[in-house]
């Protein structure tokens, strides 16, 4: 197996892992959040389909967009968790076909923008965009919880 075809299945592993965790959340569960100050559902989704983005758009793109504020402002305006999902989906596969696309060397080059994982190979997003996907499928299952419901096992179908 290549390097790109290891990426490529570390993300749609977490892709799918996301999605059976979330399987337990309908549309009218889109403006649940056990706080006032909390991302919604529908925004945590949308907060962990726009950090894909924001990974590989600091790796492979113009540099880390740092503007964390237009960024929260962006993803609180996602109120339907199908609009969120849909999102998380053209990230993920954005995000596949970026490292199935990429050279061994693009891959194994330093992250360019230096403000965020300096010194890092670009390909050291894949386990932040797993990592950062599974920190916010963990925050889902504990809004099923609060919601009375049993979230499912991610890893089995």
Do not use: C
Not at 47 to 65: C, K, L, M, Q, Y
Not at 123 to 136: P, S
Request: aromatic share 10%; hydrophobic share 45%; charged share 25%.
């Amino acid at each position: 197996m290549t390097i790109q075809e290891t990426l490529a299945t570390q993300l749609s592993n977490s892709l799918k892992f996301f999605r059976q965790t979330t399987s337990a959340f309908n549309e009218d569960d889109s403006g649940f959040r056990p706080d006032p100050e909390m991302f919604t559902v529908a925004g945590q989704v949308a907060h962990a389909a726009d950090t894909v983005d924001w990974f590989v758009e600091g790796a492979f793109g113009e540099g880390w967009d740092m503007d964390f504020e237009a960024i929260e402002a962006r993803i609180r305006k996602v109120e339907s968790l199908e609009q969120a999902n849909a999102w998380l989906a053209r990230a993920f596969y954005a995000a596949i076909r970026t490292v199935e696309w990429a050279s061994d060397d693009e891959l194994s080059a330093p992250v360019p923008d230096e403000r965020m994982m300096p010194g890092m190979p670009r390909a050291g997003i894949v386990n932040g965009i797993v990592d950062h996907t599974a920190h916010h499928r963990g925050s889902l299952a504990v809004y099923l919880r609060v919601m009375g419901r049993t979230p499912p096992m991610p890893y089995a179908e």
